[in-house]
């Protein structure tokens, strides 16, 4: 399903690591556990984690609990921007958990 998690191959990351000397990308980054993706983050050269799954998955989720609240809405602007509040909450923490901690530095 789109909500489960699969731990990455750290061995492959670093066997990649050591042969191309550019920044890494993560495909399929929301199936990685977040705390995996906070260690892979920090301690490899991976410079982009693609989340897309999960932040539609919060665009669907908001999308339908706001036309189940209000069925009568009808202008897409309205709809469209009562999203960002709860897409931005969900957003917020994923990002924030790949960055380091202040208290870390």
Same mark, same amino acid.
Request: aromatic share 2%; proline share 8%.
């Given at each position: 399903?789109?909500? *489960?998690? @699969?731990?990455?191959?750290?061995?492959?990351? !670093?066997?990649? $690591?050591?042969? @191309?000397?550019? &920044?890494?990308?993560?495909?399929?980054?929301?199936? =990685?556990?977040?705390?995996?993706?906070? $260690? =892979?983050?920090?301690?490899? !050269? @991976?410079? %982009?984690?693609?989340?897309?799954? $999960?932040?539609?998955?919060?665009?669907?989720?908001?999308?339908? /609990? %706001?036309?189940?609240? *209000? &069925?009568? @809405?009808? *202008? !897409?602007?309205?709809? +469209?921007?009562?999203?960002? /509040? &709860? =897409?931005?909450? %969900?957003?917020?923490?994923?990002?924030?958990? +790949?960055? &380091?901690?202040? *208290?870390? !530095?």
């Amino acid at each position: 399903s789109q909500t *489960d998690t @699969v731990p990455a191959d750290m061995a492959i990351i !670093r066997a990649i $690591e050591a042969v @191309v000397p550019t &920044p890494l990308v993560l495909h399929g980054g929301s199936g =990685i556990p977040a705390k995996q993706r906070r $260690e =892979i983050a920090l301690q490899t !050269r @991976v410079a %982009k984690f693609n989340i897309g799954t $999960e932040l539609r998955l919060a665009f669907g989720h908001a999308l339908r /609990e %706001k036309l189940a609240s *209000d &069925p009568d @809405v009808f *202008d !897409r602007n309205a709809i +469209l921007g009562s999203l960002i /509040e &709860p =897409i931005a909450e %969900k957003t917020v923490p994923i990002l924030a958990n +790949l960055l &380091p901690r202040e *208290d870390s !530095r």
